[in-house]
């Protein structure tokens, strides 16, 4: 995998030398895979690396894990590979590619649902205990409501 190095000073004190160092790494179509950060966790260095990532055939994400803690230098950071985590979020699609559910690490699901009634375009969005809201929009993409 390709990967970005960057420093980032902490202070505005020209005599202090500390950094924190940021890292992304990309897979072959460019895809962010991983972003960490260095830190510091109950008396260890080492990463805080952002979540594993699954990608279906198209592209899509189909599941996220949650962030980790990965103990060591840089050297280790890259020869390891992101896993994924035991809680994670998971997505689906429609046929047009438009994200229609996701369940979140407690299994709660939020879902969207699209349609056409009226020559109106109709957007319905649920949370986990069944919020909603509704976007109405015209041909052009406007509220014909206002």
Request: charged residues 30%.
């Amino acid at each position: 995998m390709w990967y970005a190095l960057t420093n980032n000073k902490v202070t505005f004190d020209a005599k202090d030398t500390s950094v924190i160092q940021t890292v992304l790494q990309v897979d072959g179509v460019g895809r962010a895979v991983r972003t960490a950060k260095t830190g510091f966790v109950n008396g260890v260095d080492g990463w805080n690396a952002s979540r594993a990532v699954e990608y279906d055939i198209k592209g899509r994400t189909v599941k996220e894990g949650m962030t980790e803690f990965k103990e060591g230098t840089l050297e280790d950071l890259l020869n390891s590979k992101p896993k994924m985590t035991s809680l994670s979020t998971s997505y689906e699609y429609d046929q047009k590619d438009r994200k229609v559910k996701t369940i979140l690490p407690d299994e709660s699901v939020q879902t969207n649902a699209f349609y056409i009634e009226e020559n109106r375009q109709i957007s319905e969005a649920k949370d986990p205990i069944e919020l909603g809201a509704v976007k109405v929009t015209n041909v052009s993409g406007v509220n014909p409501e206002f």
